[in-house]
């Protein structure tokens, strides 16, 4: 059987026909009790369960999915990854997982291709250049690589975009992180599934958690549709219903669920080669190494758990991706599709300890999960293993909405609430 | 395009709606509301999959309403104005 | 020659309009109605395109929306549009065609050469490799050679796309048999009825099947139903794909037309939908099945009947169901030597005419290079063959159904997934019903409208010979030699869903990822269920445990342009217009976008220095009189019995004390307590109250005061009216102000006793009635008077006029940004932000006093709202002769050898009137700093600055009253 | 700086604009006195003479003086003459605005008149609503019919926006009917 992926074994297994590869991860029955066991198999979750393996020695874990693994947001997303934040406690957690993102590779020996083609933020009056220049300054003395780019700058990395003085949101300049760029979604899921599996993880698919197991006011494990697996520390990611599991463990999240589309116009040639964020018309496009324009859309309007787009947010996103790329109008949508997130108030994760003991939390990413996958995973593992925060947590406990402590990056970049 | 009933004006099409928050999360008044309470009114959410009770704005005419919908199929199933909606 | 033109016979062309287009450099003739895979099959062009990834010449497949493998870029005299299906395309004359994913073009592409290579590169083979020493050393590389089509970067738009809403009793989608029948008899039980179909004609197979409907040829009848729909009224729309279904049965139309205009979106909400969208047709599993030349069979009858083209001179037709035979003997009759390879051994249709029938065989392979050249078949026979023509049986167009949320049912007879448990609101007829017999078609129409209504007109009949069903399931086996390929546009192999279930990659979601199967522009019409066949044949599963994939919209892919519509340039995000725009206009103004209002920021005329402009107007501001149109500024009129307690409730500072004729400044808080918004509230009797509130505010506040009434004081408490476009609010601020206004004798007293500083008076301007607010936002004497919007241009004119005695000076907004900050007054969302509470500004009054509720106030006192190390808003000076400070630049401090932000510049300017750069800022703990100089970055650059109070400008406030 | 003016249509000459497609004509009206009139709208109706029930979307407005239906308990009251009725609170139980120039007015007219309303809301016009405040085109309007022609209430800081949007809806229209 061949396990490690190269060129080399690329080749010797094209000599004999692909046979020889061993499955990416083993889907063995779940055990009645494990060390640890970690809900949730999308990006967050598997994550949680490599680094669990890998940081603290601790392999005697169960992944439980609901269905497939990756199936849910992580494989739903536009694959950007950058750091580009405003608060320091922001910085710090983004940054993690982008630098873990930078060797995640080599890793996890599994390309999971993190395309660094940097991404820009664009300007579209005065006021929004004075935004982004407090953006940048607050990155570059929290020491993430940004700067501000002139119009010539932009036109430089976009060519495509409507430099027109008369376009309705005319380009005055933005921000750049060179850094940024995208990740490929699936391989992300798959690499982690595939090194947490080698290091000794139980990935049990189709194993829905029906409720939690509760004893002297801790949680002790989950009743699920494959039994009741038991273990003293329990970790859930599970972005998008997050809410639904915590009343089943008996407590509230400040979270609301809404679908977050996305979409994909038919593959073409390189036309796009960053990441392009445009706050005024919501457009947030690259173009994936198959050639399609991957569009991120806004969220959508009405909490929902329906996995489907609809219609007025499309048509507005895409208004918007026209009007920054009017030549694109002669492309094509291909397909369209939903995700569901967690929306909290201030836009920033929650990690921590929930108000059951023994069950820890990481939820609340927003739009933007699929970018602090590693760093999730690092601080939900660490949790796990330690029972205390990591210090890059710590400020994204769920403590901080009594306290008032909420860290809004919206807010942080001018946005009056 | 969801449809939505607005108590007053009947059918619309969902973008002449805002959403309003959950029906149900009464305001405490006064400063010795203790801080859990009150995190608890501003952020925290029951947010159902699937029977929901919500509070929903018609921005067209103004009028705020009680509205129970799934969540999952998107199936409306009540609205009622908000002043004549028990513990709204 | 193979393909040719038969030289009669063709439905949808039109012998007498010849026309030519471009395909790969050579010119292809055709006739009107020819699609440009029609014209391109009978001038005999047999490889139209490559594949995605290993660059195989693929030839056409099909004659709908199906194609996996005939897609162009066209251009020329139509509009340019990459990866465009040139089975759907109408070909026109003018029109240049280039094969997608080729260079220099289909039939010599200089990357085949990457087939080669494809045993080492086999389904997803980029995760295992190019890890060594850097992705990003080979991605470029990668990047180059994916993706088909070309963008053409200099396309010009041809304007909006329409969209247009409709709303119908019943729409029914696809205008074959079954979907004719269902229209006629929505429409003869008295409903408004929606036909669409994608084609250019009605009639669906029946286009190309033999049929007889009520005693009358197919051709006759579809015209005849159709003529009489759209007599009745009914919408017939042809060219039109229903793409999606969305919540609460509305559906999503794409309409293409033929005159150069873009296509047109269709919204409809339908009380009923009928789904009637037939069924497509998959290849059979056999090695090399993918060569330019192996088409489908009904496709070949399509081109046959429709087009007059026979695809070839020796042909195999190859089947496993009852569907091919018609086609065999079609093709034979029209010339061809024509062989029928059956898979089954028993249970046949009657033996085709014309054609030699080889019955329980099996294609194991073709061969050929850029077509093919012959087959092999399971016992070894080889036959030569110019053209293989196969059935691998029907797959229902569930699609839409699927989107509709209706769950499949898997029908073993059948081979298939049919619509299983009925869906609200939807209903299905024809071959998406599992019908194949026409007169099943038809009871299946029936039954689809059954619910609808009781029907006048009778169902119709089918009079002639029927189709039979019979089938015996034919996936690919594991195992099996060579390349069998099942989804030709993807290059993906039954070796490529072997390699995914050996590693794990056995669910549909995880095969559809792993190996791209259907992620094509096509979606899998052809290769979705044979992946899923050969994935539970290998892992012994049966079909519906592997799953169905997931449809979602749009069926096929959609004009960007379509979604947009008029949604773009002036029409996205309109701003609002002042009352006075074109006055201003007449008077040099150079405008900007504030708050959603174009507005004018100075008045030096386009070629003007905007900042020595906007300096002289700050400066001449404070001199002598200044004048300035305010009218955006929002006035909202809240009313009724408890509109004092009211508003008492929505601010933060007290606001029932307020004396009517009297104003007050005051904040709005978030319950987040964050400041949301500032302004003055009028009180104009006691039961009448205006809220002016920021200009990008109306709609947020009018919302919210709203929300309050209904949620918390009750529908007749008070009332809430938004009558700010109903007045124009002309500003006159400066020494000189009072002098001005004396001079246009509004009539009223303007003495400081009757009138003091936080005051309303009401006037007259000739007819008019006026209304003057003594505020100020400049920190000089000012009145704000208002007047009916569309009478306010006299009233500008004689204050422009009485000016000019006075050296008065028209400002535009940047000129009084200046001259607030020099007052330190803030502009809510620029000098605050989403984390600032009103006491950061410094005013604490209320938080520490009020005994009564409000907004936001339990906010005001959690464990961060009361830490002293919050941003605080101040002033900053900057060192005798520096420049001022950039906004957005921060304050830093260094602890434990890191920098870290202490806050940032809000606001700063060059003050004219005090001679030196002015900054606004929140810095940390900065109300108990003043005086402390501090350093700044901007940009990497180090700056200083002291932080001072943020008044910066008469701090004892006597130019308000001078 | 770019001076904005030059890419934002200028704001029409009110009194002659036009747009004019074969079925369709569209033109402002000026000279309608207008008010918001909300509370206990009887009582309105015994002070002010005019009916209490106002028409609601599509509906059918008669005569020179009439309401439109705005909320469950507002009303838009349009008259030819000015009404002698004070704005601001009467004890009575009702609150009056005067919007008069707060509000454009456009009237359209012509068979393809339904061709606008197809393009301007999703609402369906023959199915009718309680009350005449709807999106048109994306603004918050007030639509009702007057005769035989319809009439739309707009802000009228987006009147300029409306108006090129209705000439782009009615190049549409036109080119549809050629087509």
Request: hydrophobic share 40%.
């Amino acid at each position: 059987m061949t396990r490690r992926y190269s060129a080399l074994s690329l080749f010797k297994e094209g000599l004999a026909g692909q046979k020889g590869w061993e499955p990416a991860w083993r889907s063995p029955e779940p055990k009645k009790t494990y060390d640890a066991i970690v809900i949730g198999g999308g990006g967050h979750g598997l994550a949680t369960a490599y680094y669990l393996a890998k940081n603290h020695g601790i392999t005697n874990v169960a992944l439980l999915e609901k269905g497939w693994i990756g199936g849910g947001n992580t494989g739903r997303n536009t694959t950007v990854v950058r750091s580009n934040y405003y608060y320091p406690e922001s910085v710090a957690i983004y940054d993690l997982a982008h630098r873990l993102y930078e060797g995640l590779s080599a890793d996890l020996n599994y390309n999971v291709m993190l395309s660094q083609r940097g991404m820009v933020f664009l300007a579209h009056s005065i006021n929004e250049m004075e935004i982004t220049a407090r953006t940048v300054n607050a990155m570059q003395i929290n020491g993430i690589d940004a700067e501000i780019f002139s119009v010539d700058d932009v036109r430089r990395v976009a060519p495509m975009l409507n430099f027109s003085p008369n376009a309705r949101f005319p380009i005055l300049g933005g921000g750049w992180q060179g850094r940024a760029g995208t990740a490929r979604h699936d391989a992300v899921a798959w690499g982690y599934a595939r090194g947490a599996s080698r290091l000794g993880v139980d990935i049990i698919q189709n194993c829905e958690i029906t409720d939690f197991i509760i004893e002297g006011g801790r949680c002790r494990g989950v009743h699920t549709t494959r039994g009741s697996i038991r273990a003293d520390r329990i970790g859930m990611a599970v972005a998008g219903h997050s809410s639904v599991l915590a009343a089943k463990a008996g407590f509230r999240l400040p979270v609301n669920s809404y679908a977050l589309q996305a979409c994909v116009s038919e593959p073409v040639k390189p036309i796009l080669d960053t990441v392009v964020l445009s706050p005024g018309t919501g457009v947030y496009v690259s173009q994936s190494d198959k050639g399609e324009i991957v569009i991120g859309g806004a969220l959508d309007r009405i909490p929902s758990y329906g996995q489907r787009g609809n219609l007025p947010v499309l048509e507005g996103v895409i208004a918007g991706l026209l009007e920054m790329f009017p030549t694109f109008a002669q492309l094509k949508l291909m397909r369209q599709w939903a995700g569901i997130v967690d929306v909290v108030p201030d836009s920033s994760p929650i990690i921590g300890e929930s108000p059951l003991p023994n069950l820890f939390i990481n939820c609340g990413w927003g739009t933007g999960g699929f970018k602090a996958i590693p760093a999730g995973g690092t601080l939900l593992a660490h949790l796990l293993a330690t029972g205390k925060h990591h210090d890059i947590s710590r400020p994204f406990d769920l403590d901080r909405f009594a306290f008032g402590r909420l860290l809004d990056e919206a807010a942080g970049s001018g946005i009056a609430h | 395009m969801q449809l939505f009933t607005c108590p007053f004006c009947g059918p619309r099409d969902e973008t002449e709606f805002h959403f309003g928050g959950e029906s149900g999360n009464l305001r405490p008044d006064g400063t010795d509301v203790t801080a859990d309470r009150w995190a608890s009114y501003l952020y925290m959410r029951d947010n159902p999959k699937g029977a929901a009770r919500e509070i929903w704005v018609h921005m067209n005419c103004g009028e705020f309403f009680v509205m129970e919908r799934d969540t999952v199929n998107h199936k409306v199933e009540t609205s009622i104005a908000l002043d004549s909606a028990e513990h709204a | 020659m193979t393909a040719s033109r038969l030289s009669s016979g063709g439905s949808a062309i039109d012998r007498s309009r010849p026309i030519s287009f471009n395909f790969d450099g050579r010119t292809v003739q055709g006739f009107e109605g020819d699609t440009i895979a029609s014209a391109l099959l009978a001038a005999d062009v047999a490889v139209v395109g490559r594949s995605f990834k290993y660059h195989r010449p693929r030839g056409i497949w099909g004659a709908g929306v199906e194609e996996p493998n005939a897609l162009v870029d066209v251009a020329g005299s139509v509009r340019a549009t990459p990866n465009t299906r040139a089975t759907t395309e109408p070909a026109r004359s003018g029109l240049v065609a280039k094969s997608v994913n080729a260079s220099p073009n289909a039939a010599a592409d200089r990357n085949a050469f990457i087939d080669r290579f494809s045993r080492f590169i086999p389904a997803a083979f980029y995760y295992k490799t190019f890890m060594w020493p850097d992705w990003h050393l080979f991605e470029p590389r990668i990047r180059a050679v994916a993706g088909l089509g070309k963008v053409d970067p200099d396309w010009k738009s041809p304007g909006p796309a329409d969209q247009i809403n409709r709303h119908c009793d019943v729409l029914v989608v696809g205008a074959g048999p079954a979907g004719l029948a269902a229209a006629k008899l929505a429409a003869g039980a008295g409903k408004s009825v929606i036909l669409v179909d994608d084609q250019p004609l009605p009639g669906g197979s029946l286009l190309h099947r033999d049929a007889e409907i009520d005693g009358k040829p197919a051709a006759a009848w579809i015209d005849e139903t159709a003529a009489e729909l759209k007599g009745a009224g009914h919408l017939v729309l042809s060219s039109t794909t229903a793409f999606g279904i969305y919540d609460h049965n509305l559906i999503a139309l794409n309409q293409r037309h033929n005159d150069g205009r873009p296509d047109t979106l269709w919204r409809v909400r339908s009380r009923q939908i009928v789904l009637a969208t037939g069924a497509i047709e998959r290849p059979l599993p056999f090695a090399n099945n993918d060569l330019p030349g192996i088409m489908s069979a009904d496709a070949a009858l399509a081109y046959l009947r429709r087009y007059a083209v026979l695809v070839g001179r020796r042909i195999v037709v190859a089947t496993n169901n009852d569907s091919a035979y018609e086609v065999a003997v079609a093709l034979a009759t029209a010339g061809a030597d024509v062989t029928l390879v059956e898979i089954r051994k028993n249970a046949l249709p009657a033996a085709p005419s014309g054609v030699k029938l080889l019955a329980g065989r099996t294609l194991v392979s073709a061969r050929g290079g850029m077509r093919v050249e012959g087959v092999t078949l399971d016992d070894g026979t080889s036959l030569a063959a110019d053209s293989v023509v196969v059935s691998g049986d029907w797959t229902p167009t569930v699609h839409l159904f699927c989107q509709a949320r209706g769950k499949l049912a898997w029908d073993e007879t059948r081979a298939a997934f049919l619509p299983g448990d009925p869906v609200e609101g939807i209903s299905v007829a024809g071959a998406l019903s599992g019908a194949v017999a026409l007169s099943d078609v038809f009871s299946s129409a029936a039954k689809a409208t059954s619910a609808i209504g009781e029907t006048k007109t009778k169902a119709p009949r089918s009079t002639g010979a029927e189709a039979t069903g019979g089938v015996l399931a034919a996936w690919p086996i594991p195992g099996a030699k060579g390349r069998v390929w099942i989804d030709y546009q993807n290059d993906v192999t039954a070796k490529d869903v072997e390699l995914a279930a050996r590693e794990n990659f056995v669910s549909v979601e995880h095969l559809k990822r792993y190996t791209t199967l259907g992620m094509a522009t096509d979606q899998g019409k052809t290769s979705n269920l044979v992946g899923l066949a050969l994935m539970a044949n290998i892992t012994g599963r049966t079909v519906p445990e592997v799953g169905t994939t997931t449809y979602r919209p749009p069926f096929t892919p959609v004009p960007l342009a379509s979604f947009s519509g008029a949604l773009g340039g002036e029409l996205m995000s309109p701003v609002r217009r002042l009352p006075l725009e074109n006055v201003h206009r007449a008077n040099r103004a150079v405008f900007q976008e504030y708050g959603g209002w174009l507005r004018p920021a100075h008045y030096g005329g386009a070629g003007a220095d905007a900042d020595r402009t906007i300096q002289d107007e700050a400066r001449r501001a404070r001199q002598s009189v200044a004048l300035f149109d305010g009218s955006t500024l929002g006035k909202i009129e809240v009313m009724g019995p408890k509109a004092a307690e009211f508003v008492d409730f929505i601010y933060y500072n007290t606001m029932s004390t307020l004396k009517p004729g009297r104003c007050r400044y005051g904040f709005m808080l978030s319950e987040n307590g964050v400041v949301f918004d500032d302004g003055i509230l009028v009180r104009l009797d006691e039961n009448r109250f205006v809220v002016s509130c920021s200009t990008s505010h109306v709609a947020s506040v009018h919302a919210r005061l709203e929300e309050w009434r209904q949620d918390r004081f009750g529908r007749g408490a008070v009332y809430i009216h938004n009558a700010t476009s109903e007045m124009a609010t002309l500003t006159v601020s400066g020494p000189n102000s009072k002098k001005l206004l004396e001079a246009l004798d509004l009539g009223l007293s303007l003495d400081d006793a009757d009138l003091p500083h936080m005051a309303i008076g009401e006037g007259r301007f000739g007819e008019d009635a006026v209304r003057i607010a003594r505020v100020s936002f400049t920190g000089d004497r000012s009145y704000e008077v208002s007047i009916r919007a569309d009478r306010a241009e006299p009233l500008w004119a004689r204050m422009q006029e009485t000016g000019k005695a006075l050296d008065a000076v028209t400002i535009g907004l940047e000129a009084l940004m200046i001259l607030r900050a020099e007052k330190g007054y803030i502009v809510i969302g620029k000098d605050t932000d989403g984390t600032t509470l009103p006491h950061d500004l410094g005013v604490d009054g209320p938080r520490t006093k009020r005994k009564n509720e409000y907004v936001g106030r339990r906010s005001l006192f959690t464990d961060v709202a009361v830490q002293d190390s919050r941003l605080q808003f101040v002033g900053l000076t900057v060192a005798e002769g520096e420049p001022p400070l950039a906004t957005g630049t921060h304050a830093i401090a260094k602890s434990g050898g890191k920098l870290r932000s202490q806050g940032f510049v809000t606001s700063s300017y060059h003050s004219p009137t005090l001679g030196r750069p002015i900054a606004l800022a929140l810095i940390e703990r900065g109300a108990s700093r003043h005086g402390e100089t501090i350093d700044l970055q901007h940009l990497g650059m180090l700056r200083h600055a002291t932080i001072t109070g943020p008044c910066a400008f008469d701090p004892s406030g006597e130019r308000l009253n001078a | 700086m770019r001076n904005l003016a030059e890419k934002w249509a200028v704001v029409p000459d009110w009194q002659t604009a036009a747009i004019e497609v074969p079925g369709l004509a569209i033109r402002s009206l000026a000279g309608l006195s207008q008010y918001l009139v909300s509370g206990k709208l009887d009582a309105w109706s015994k002070a002010s003479g005019v009916s209490a029930l106002g028409v609601g979307a599509f509906g059918k407005a008669e005569g020179d003086c009439y309401a439109a239906q705005v909320a469950r308990d507002r009303m838009l009251v349009v008259s030819a003459t000015p009404l002698g009725i004070e704005p601001g609170w009467h004890d009575a139980g009702f609150g009056v605005t005067v919007v008069s120039a707060g509000l454009q007015v456009f009237e359209a007219e012509g068979s393809a008149t339904a061709e606008l309303i197809a393009r301007a809301t999703t609402l369906d016009s023959s199915a009718g609503s309680a009350s005449a405040a709807l999106s048109f085109a994306g603004a918050n309007a007030v639509v009702y019919r007057h005769g035989d022609r319809l009439r739309i209430h707009v802000d009228r800081g987006l009147a300029t926006y409306l108006w090129t949007w209705m000439e782009t809806a009615a190049r549409n229209i036109a080119a549809t009917a050629k087509g």
